[in-house]
T-cell receptor, first 118, second 114 residues
């Protein structure tokens, strides 16, 4: 399977614990995005990487959230001191850097990590 | 700020019925428009996209969408739905020149009855 992969697929944690999610983009895709989707809503943008540089962060990404993309390959999203409001599906997407302008690139989404904070 | 509205949260159709899902966006500049679909148990995948040119765009599986600039709309259509079209459909926009973050609508859950 050469699509975007995410691990774990499900995570149940207690309030106050830290969690970390991993995203492996499609090989050679330079751009990587994180989104969050809550019940009954569409995905909401969290952050964007081009290679290893984090170029944009949403206001949704509080101080408890941090994302990294070392070496411009896989990415991790960490949530510290989880709260019940963090329960959501966390989606990762990647897109290639090619001949198309940035805004014309198609984003390919992974299956997501579903987080439940008790 | 950009926003996307999808008017229908749930749609139930019988097979062979025609489909039209509404999408309106709010943004004053030039936008790019997308429809994504999420089949049960699967991840989001692109149905079609519009950047410029012919406002009627065709996507996969017989879907099409029409961009009407004066109405800020990008409605999704299919002449005859099948049971396999049962899925959640999301309209999304991004702004040309900005980063490629997508702004999604709340989605429309389509159930096609055999």
């Amino acid at each position: 399977d050469t699509g975007v992969s995410q691990n774990p697929r499900h995570k149940i944690t207690k309030r106050g614990q830290n969690v970390t999610f991993r995203c492996d983009p499609i090989s050679e895709h330079n751009r990587l995005y994180w989104y969050r989707q809550t019940l009954g809503q569409g995905p909401e943008f969290l952050t964007y990487f081009q290679n290893e540089a984090q170029l944009e962060k949403s206001r949704l990404l509080s101080d408890r959230f941090s994302a990294e993309r070392p070496k411009g390959s896989f990415s991790t999203l960490e949530i510290q001191r989880t709260e019940q409001g963090d329960s959501a599906m966390y989606l990762c997407a990647s897109s290639p850097t090619g001949e198309l302008p940035l805004y014309q690139e198609t984003q390919y989404f992974g299956p997501g990590t579903r987080l439940l904070v008790l | 700020a950009q926003s996307v509205s999808q008017h229908n949260h749930h749609v139930i159709l019988s097979e062979a019925a025609s489909l039209e899902l509404g999408c309106n966006y709010s943004y004053g500049g030039t936008v790019n428009l997308f429809w994504y679909v999420q089949y049960p148990g699967q991840h989001l995948q692109l149905l079609l996209k519009y950047f410029s040119g012919d406002p009627l765009v065709k996507g996969i599986k017989g879907f099409e969408a029409e961009f009407i600039k004066s109405k800020f709309s990008f409605n999704l259509r299919k002449p005859s739905v099948q049971w396999s079209d049962t899925a959640e459909y999301f309209c999304a926009v991004n702004a040309q020149g900005a980063t490629n973050k997508l702004i999604f609508g709340t989605g429309t859950l389509l159930a096609v009855q055999p």
